[in-house]
């Protein structure tokens, strides 16, 4: 068998291979890894940007908090953006959460927000699911990191529905014993995403709350 003979009989082997591959990750959102990321970044700006010019608002970006990206005929970012209306300064506490998708096309340089809302407050923050949740954000960033953090309570939260739900919890957490009012604890932000039909959650953020 000559090398054209093989080169015929490999090469549509590998297209299958590659369709395959690329089927396999079609549709599944990833979590975002670095919200510094310039272009993540680029991306943020550009969401509350097209949003003034669609709704004549007057919000400044301040900072991408969290995000996935989904691959389709392009790639879908869905990303949790902190914005004001005031001076766009990071860990200021006026700001609010946004949930922006934004459809990018990079090899047309095209970028449309197809979405752009508002992240609800969690009124209860005693509800035992939303104590489940935090218990949970603190658990699996101890597994993932090595820590020894005890959670105390849920502070604070926003959700965003997606497919299924994102919770965005400010959790008070310590190295000790796990006292409720305890002047040691921490705030720390998490963000997870539950999809409950398959009973399954996933720590997409955990960081030290601003």
Not at 71 to 84: E, F, K
Not at 90 to 110: F, H, M, Q, R, T
Request: charged residues 20%.
């Amino acid at each position: 068998m000559n090398n054209k003979t093989t080169f015929i009989l490999f090469f549509p082997l590998v297209l299958c291979s590659l369709y395959v591959s690329q089927a396999a990750r079609t549709g599944g959102w990833s979590p975002t890894s670095d919200v510094k990321n310039a272009h993540i970044v680029e991306i943020g700006e550009f969401a509350v940007s097209e949003y003034n010019k669609q709704s004549k608002s007057g919000l400044k970006f301040v900072e991408v908090v969290s995000g996935k990206s989904q691959i389709v005929a392009g790639m879908n970012y869905r990303l949790i953006v902190a914005a004001n209306e005031g001076v766009a300064i990071a860990g200021n506490g006026e700001s609010k959460k946004y949930e922006a998708i934004v459809w990018e096309k990079p090899w047309l340089k095209s970028m449309n927000l197809t979405s752009f809302k508002p992240a609800i407050p969690i009124s209860d923050v005693k509800n035992s699911h939303i104590v489940e949740i935090g218990e949970f954000a603190v658990s699996e960033y101890n597994k993932q990191s090595k820590s020894g953090l005890k959670f105390v309570e849920v502070v604070s939260g926003e959700s965003q529905i997606v497919a299924g739900i994102n919770y965005r919890l400010i959790v008070a957490a310590n190295e000790g014993v796990a006292i409720t009012g305890n002047g040691e604890s921490k705030k720390y932000e998490a963000v997870v995403w539950e999809t409950p039909w398959l009973k399954s959650m996933n720590l997409t953020s955990f960081k030290p709350a601003m």
